[in-house]
């Protein structure tokens, strides 16, 4: 079950990663850093929570979100009473982006994982998936 859970995973991230970029010219990485700066409060996220919240390492969030910013998808702010921190905060061209790409997005989502499970399954994966996470804080 170990290895099909990795290799289902592998699959399918490497079938979102290429539909968003043949349609989009969108990095899959861009995508889920966009998601996750609209989630958080204000559209914003401190550096640190951003690069915990898509599992990369500092530094490499650093260039990402530099490469964004230079797109113009996210800006970065001072955190105040901290010199050194910043937040990533998303901008009006990243919520654009998000609403222009997400039906895309879903609809592949959709073809490639969601569509061949039944509600029943996706209710207990839900759970497993939700069980396993809370698990590991």
């Not at 204000?42 to 599992?55: H, I, N, Q, T």
Request: net charge negative.
């Amino acid at each position: 079950m170990w290895r099909a859970f990795l290799q289902t995973h592998s699959t399918v991230v490497k079938y979102l990663e290429r539909r968003m970029e043949e349609q989009h010219g969108l990095p899959l990485s861009w995508w889920d850093v966009l998601l996750q700066l609209a989630d958080g409060p204000d559209g914003k996220l401190r550096m640190g929570e951003l690069a915990e919240s898509v599992l990369l390492t500092r530094s490499g969030i650093t260039r990402l979100v530099d490469r964004m910013i230079g797109e113009g998808l996210v800006g970065r702010e001072p955190c105040p009473g901290d010199r050194r921190g910043y937040y990533a905060v998303i901008t009006q061209k990243g919520l654009d982006t998000i609403e222009r790409v997400g039906p895309d997005h879903s609809k592949d989502a959709w073809e490639v994982f969601l569509g061949h499970i039944n509600e029943e399954e996706a209710a207990l994966m839900g759970q497993v998936f939700d069980r396993v996470l809370n698990a590991g804080k």
